[in-house]
């Protein structure tokens, strides 16, 4: 099977990119240990200071990646991170086709 990646860009509100990225320690602590096919997730801050963040999600297959976010628990989580978002994020879903590590 064909390993799912989401990835994200998104925009905290002002002075609320502190509180993205706690939001994103929350789901490690309350979400993951539920998150069936979970492999991992990067979530980077722009350079410049500004309140852009990018990241990126990894899943062992497309249809964990779609029950986990179809879980009600998943729904509050994702809720409670768009109040510290100015828009919703965007979203780019696909299959990963090449990977490099050191």
């Known amino acids: 099977m064909a390993e799912h990646v989401s990835f994200f860009r998104m925009r905290a509100l002002p002075g609320k990119r502190q509180a993205v990225i706690d939001q994103f320690n929350k789901w490690d602590r309350e979400q993951k240990p539920k998150a069936k ?4 997730s990067i979530v980077a801050a722009a350079n410049n200071g500004s309140d852009e963040l990018m990241g990126g999600v990894r ?3 497309t249809e964990n990646y779609l029950a986990n976010s179809n879980r009600p628990e998943q729904d509050a989580w994702y809720r409670e991170l768009r109040q510290h978002l100015a ?3 965007e ?3 696909g299959t990963l ?3 490099s590590q050191a």
């Open 91 to 93: 979203w780019f879903d």
């Open 87 to 89: 828009a919703d994020p």
């Open 97 to 99: 086709v090449r990977e």
């Open 59 to 61: 899943w062992d297959t």
């Open 37 to 40: 096919g979970f492999i991992r």
